[in-house]
């Protein structure tokens, strides 16, 4: 049974900087893409970072230059170290990996993130 579990999620101010863990079981992870996406409130689930097999990672307009994706294979444990955050990252966090072959996409059930003064 595959499962993502994200943690790190927590409120702090603008500037600061969050990490965020993904936790995944029952997945080959050496061989599998995670990603992060997020979802503010009222708004439309939106890409952040990916992170692939070959470690080459891809980032939004948005977030690139602030946020870096990291993966730890032997713990199968891909990071998101998120630096100068700011009240528009407020969002819920979610790391997922796309469905390859008969295999479906999965998602966790994300970590909440608030920036606010």
């Known amino acids: 049974q595959v499962q993502l579990v994200e943690s790190g999620g927590g409120l702090v101010q603008p500037g600061e900087s969050l990490r965020l863990t993904c936790t995944s079981s029952?997945?080959?992870?050496?061989?599998?893409?995670i990603a992060w996406y997020r979802q503010g409130p009222g708004k439309e689930r939106e890409f952040v970072a990916q992170?692939?097999?070959?470690?080459?990672?891809y980032y939004s307009d948005s977030v690139r230059g602030r946020f870096q994706i990291s993966r730890d294979n032997a713990k199968s444990v891909v990071s998101l170290q998120m630096n100068s955050l700011k009240p528009e990252d407020t969002s819920m966090y979610y790391c997922?990996?796309?469905?390859?072959?008969?295999?479906?996409?999965?998602w966790g059930q994300g970590t909440q993130v608030t920036v606010s003064s």
């Open positions: 992170i692939i097999y070959t470690g080459g990672t």
């Open positions: 997922m990996t796309p469905a390859i072959g008969s295999r479906p996409a999965y």
């Open positions: 029952g997945l080959i992870f050496p061989d599998t893409t």
